[in-house]
């Protein structure tokens, strides 16, 4: 079981005189839980997903992100770890290091990438996280060397790349992906069109949901990944996160504005964010709460305490 | 084809008249009729071809160089005065070539990083000639013979079928005047292909040639000439999927292709030039009435290229299609495009243009459509997407549209973008480093024409593509 911690993280947009952005969030999220975060526009909800992700438009001021590994989350680890191994700073690496550890993040809008197909794109990325993990827990010795035999020709043929036991090949992953995606209810045909590329909001939701179903992460942020659905989509797209929980024991911090998703998705907690902080915490009443009075008075609330 | 049968004349002998000639002809500075008198002997060539060769000489005295286009890459390196020392590269290089561990570091390097294997990298570079490809050409090659198709090397089609050469040969496609390069090529040519397909055939697999390592040295003013008769179909491809063996820096090929009534051709290349190579060619094609051609072309490699493979669709209903992707790196200018005439009604063309520049290489799209008076009810459509990686790069579109008719359909759309940095952090966000993510964009970018390729050629092309981001040819 893992455990994502964040203390006191503060944040700004990279660039020079770039705003202040988070300034002191507190969360922390294990998987198996729901969390829902909520608040108004500007709040800081997004950028707290990017920066766990590791967006590089944002810059770390101050606080930490830890993810905190168990014996079942490295498993599939072949090396013998050190205590270490279990504790990872994500500050210090790599946005895809972070995904081969399991941070998954689920995109308001994901990228449109053109002549790249879906079947392509998903094989690719579970064999990269993969090896990113054997780089990660192998250290940076080995992984050097692994950089190495990468150049060193195809061993096989050139139309099936450079041999590597450890990738999933063509048909194992065909079948993963199948059943993947009848567990979200998808079209195969899905799987011959570009990246993302000309599909309608709902698709795309429901994509990234299908990534994170197949990447299986320790802890996905969605942001927003309720927003610009039709009810029926919602429902698909709520089923498919329950059962990233429930199948794959994935943690879910869950960034929305509405109360909506949390019918199908009922949170373990709901935290209200304001002014690049966590005002408030609470159980699945809270989001009810703020669907019928706002957020004026956590706000009213937040500021009388401090 | 072979690289065997690309060199099937007397090499032996080939190599003694080099030994011979060595020093006359490093004495002489310059391009003068005495040298091409020397290649035409040598290949035993029949008296029209040293006249015409002689008359393309003449030509290519007379023109200036090219030097007002806008924007055009800097040829002042190319010194004419200085062209033939370079076609005769000194005999211990040519004879080294035969011997694969006598190559350049550089260029063994790129074959092992395209993954060939070593019996493969023999054929190619001429030592070893057996490998499954070539059994597979042979059988294919004798169910042609059976209906009359020609596929062999162009100095033997020279000898072997005079008469056709004699008539398509730099005559109406592109003669020598065309362009300083194109007189060039007519005088000093060597080299290449000769396609012919008669009436009524086709083709059904698609015929290659290989210049990827060209021990000859001479092969970089190769021709090509494609002749494909009423209702004929072939699918000729070039493969240059290594950088040429270049002791020398200029490469000035001929392409011309004929095609007739209701006939297809398609011509697909995949080229990649040394870094210190300037890469002037001329490619063109004539299509006769409701006939079709397609230009598939990624162009890598080379310090600068011009290059725009032309079209003159000069029967009613006649079409053409091209795709182009160039690739301009660090001290790069590769200026590529496409000329589409439409000269008859209902003629159609497409033109689709893709470019990446990355490290403060340039990419241009020069391209002109030419509708010309009476071609009624023709179209044309031209797009053009750039690509760049960074803010040091640049990447023009210069599309010159000639409309002189009126009911005719025109489009042109052109996109500039730099590779996205949300689209890489997205990609980096499910596992994909830095590299590969750049590397999946630009795979997709160039998708369109991979697709169109075998898929041998479009894995290289792939890996190509990948090996000049990662900076590790040169």
């Given at each position: 079981m893992a455990t994502l911690e964040i203390n006191n993280l503060h944040a700004e947009v990279a660039e020079e005189g770039g705003e202040h952005i988070l300034r002191g969030v507190d969360l922390e999220v294990a998987s198996g839980e729901i969390h829902a975060l909520m608040g108004p526009n500007g709040s800081g909800k997004s950028t707290t997903a990017k920066v766990i992700a590791g967006h590089p438009a944002y810059e770390v001021t101050d606080g930490e992100i830890i993810l905190h590994l168990d014996e079942d989350?490295?498993?599939?680890?072949?090396?013998?770890?050190?205590?270490?191994?279990?504790?990872?700073?994500?500050?210090?690496?790599?946005?895809?290091?972070?995904?081969a550890l399991g941070i998954f993040l689920g995109f308001q809008y994901p990228a449109e990438i053109e002549g790249v197909t879906m079947t392509n794109f998903l094989r690719q990325a579970l064999n990269a996280k993969h090896d990113e993990r054997e780089e990660l827990f192998a250290g940076e010795d080995e992984a050097d060397a692994d950089g190495e035999d990468e150049d060193a020709g195809y061993e096989t043929s050139p139309m099936e790349g450079p041999a590597d036991d450890g990738e999933i090949g063509v048909a194992e992953f065909q079948e993963l992906l199948?059943?993947?995606?009848?567990?979200?209810?998808?079209?195969?045909?899905?799987?011959?069109?570009?990246?993302?590329?000309?599909?309608?909001?709902?698709?795309?939701?429901?994509?990234?949901?299908?990534?994170?179903?197949?990447?299986?992460?320790?802890?996905?942020?969605?942001?927003?990944?309720?927003?610009?659905?039709?009810?029926?989509?919602?429902?698909?797209?709520?089923?498919?996160?329950?059962?990233?929980?429930?199948?794959?024991?994935?943690?879910?911090l869950q960034i929305t504005h509405y109360?909506?998703?949390?019918?199908?998705?009922?949170?373990?907690?709901?935290?209200?964010?304001?002014?690049?902080?966590?005002?408030?915490?609470?159980?699945?009443?809270?989001?009810?709460?703020?669907?019928?009075?706002?957020?004026?008075?956590?706000?009213?609330?937040?500021?009388?305490?401090? | 084809?072979?690289?065997?049968?690309?060199?099937?004349?007397?090499?032996?002998?080939?190599?003694?008249?080099?030994?011979?000639?060595?020093?006359?002809?490093?004495?002489?500075?310059?391009?003068?009729?005495?040298?091409?008198?020397?290649?035409?002997?040598?290949?035993?060539?029949?008296?029209?071809?040293?006249?015409?060769?002689?008359?393309?000489?003449?030509?290519?005295?007379e023109m200036p160089m090219p030097t007002d286009w806008p924007g055009q890459p800097d040829l002042s390196e190319v010194d004419v005065d200085e062209i033939i020392p370079y076609i005769r590269p000194d005999v211990d290089v040519r004879a080294g070539v035969d011997d694969w561990t006598e190559l350049p570091d550089d260029i063994k390097d790129t074959f092992d990083k395209l993954g060939i294997p070593e019996a493969e990298k023999n054929a190619l570079s001429g030592v070893g000639a057996q490998y499954e490809s070539e059994v597979v050409y042979q059988n294919m090659r004798d169910r042609w013979e059976?209906?009359?198709?020609?596929?062999?090397?162009?100095?033997?089609?020279?000898?072997?079928?005079?008469?056709?050469?004699?008539?398509?040969?730099?005559?109406?496609?592109v003669p020598p005047s065309d362009?300083?390069?194109?007189?060039?090529?007519?005088?000093?040519?060597?080299?290449?292909?000769?396609?012919?397909?008669?009436?009524?055939?086709?083709?059904?697999?698609?015929?290659?040639?290989?210049?990827?390592?060209?021990?000859?040295?001479?092969?970089?003013?190769?021709?090509?000439?494609?002749?494909?008769?009423?209702?004929?179909?072939?699918?000729?491809?070039?493969?240059?999927?290594?950088?040429?063996?270049?002791?020398?820096n200029l490469h000035s090929g001929g392409v011309e292709v004929f095609v007739g009534e209701d006939a297809h051709v398609q011509y697909s290349t995949v080229q990649n030039w040394s870094k210190n190579t300037y890469n002037l060619n001329t490619k063109r094609a004539i299509v006769e009435e409701n006939g079709r051609?397609?230009?598939?072309?990624?162009?890598?490699?080379?310090?600068?290229?011009?290059?725009?493979?032309?079209?003159?669709?000069?029967?009613?209903?006649?079409?053409?299609?091209?795709?182009?992707?160039?690739?301009?790196?660090?001290?790069?200018?590769?200026?590529?495009?496409?000329?589409?005439?439409?000269n008859a009604p209902n003629t159609k063309s497409t033109i689709e243009s893709k470019s990446i520049s990355k490290d403060g290489g340039r990419t241009n799209y020069r391209g002109l459509v030419h509708i010309a008076?009476?071609?009624?009810?023709?179209?044309?459509?031209?797009?053009?997407?750039?690509?760049?990686?960074?803010?040091?790069?640049?990447?023009?579109?210069?599309?010159?549209?000639?409309?002189?008719?009126?009911?005719?359909?025109?489009?042109?759309?052109?996109?500039?973008?730099?590779?996205?940095?949300?689209?890489?952090?997205?990609?980096?966000?499910?596992?994909?480093?830095?590299?590969d993510a750049k590397q999946m964009i630009v795979s997709g970018f160039i998708e369109p024409i991979t697709e169109e390729l075998p898929i041998e050629y479009a894995v290289e092309l792939n890996r190509l593509v990948e090996l000049e981001m990662e900076g590790s040819l040169g």
């Open positions: 989350d490295v498993d599939d680890v072949d090396v013998e770890l050190d205590e270490e191994d279990y504790r990872w700073n994500l500050l210090e690496l790599e946005p895809n290091e972070r995904a199948t059943e993947k995606m009848d567990l979200l209810d998808m079209d195969e045909k899905f799987m011959q069109r570009y990246l993302n590329a000309g599909f309608s909001g709902g698709e795309k939701k429901q994509n990234e949901v299908l990534q994170a179903a197949l990447l299986e992460p320790a802890i996905a942020v969605l942001d927003e990944i309720d927003s610009g659905l039709d009810i029926d989509r919602l429902q698909d797209v709520s089923e498919g996160i329950n059962a990233l929980r429930d199948e794959q024991g994935t943690g879910i109360q909506r998703i949390l019918d199908y998705v009922e949170p373990d907690h709901v935290h209200v964010m304001l002014d690049g902080k966590i005002a408030k915490s609470g159980g699945a009443e809270l989001a009810t709460e703020l669907e019928d009075e706002g957020y004026d008075w956590v706000r009213e609330e937040a500021y009388e305490a401090a | 084809m072979s690289s065997e049968d690309l060199q099937d004349t007397d090499t032996e002998a080939r190599f003694e008249f080099k030994k011979e000639q060595k020093s006359a002809f490093q004495a002489e500075k310059g391009l003068t009729e005495e040298t091409i008198r020397l290649i035409s002997e040598d290949k035993d060539e029949p008296e029209w071809m040293l006249q015409r060769r002689l008359r393309a000489l003449e030509q290519f005295h059976e209906k009359g198709v020609i596929f062999c090397n162009m100095d033997k089609a020279v000898q072997e079928h005079e008469e056709l050469v004699r008539e398509h040969f730099m005559t109406k496609c362009n300083k390069f194109a007189a060039l090529h007519g005088a000093i040519w060597s080299g290449g292909s000769f396609v012919y397909v008669p009436e009524d055939t086709t083709v059904d697999m698609p015929v290659q040639a290989y210049f990827r390592m060209n021990s000859e040295g001479m092969g970089q003013f190769e021709h090509t000439l494609i002749i494909a008769e009423e209702s004929s179909e072939v699918h000729y491809i070039e493969g240059c999927s290594a950088p040429k063996y270049s002791a020398f051609m397609e230009w598939i072309s990624g162009s890598m490699g080379s310090k600068a290229t011009m290059l725009y493979p032309s079209t003159i669709l000069k029967g009613r209903g006649a079409s053409d299609n091209h795709i182009t992707i160039a690739f301009a790196g660090e001290g790069q200018d590769i200026d590529t495009g496409a000329k589409v005439y439409h008076d009476g071609a009624e009810g023709s179209s044309t459509a031209v797009e053009c997407d750039a690509l760049m990686f960074d803010n040091e790069s640049t990447s023009d579109t210069m599309p010159y549209m000639e409309i002189n008719e009126s009911t005719v359909d025109v489009a042109h759309e052109a996109t500039v973008g730099k590779i996205g940095d949300e689209d890489i952090f997205y990609l980096q966000s499910r596992g994909l480093d830095d590299d």
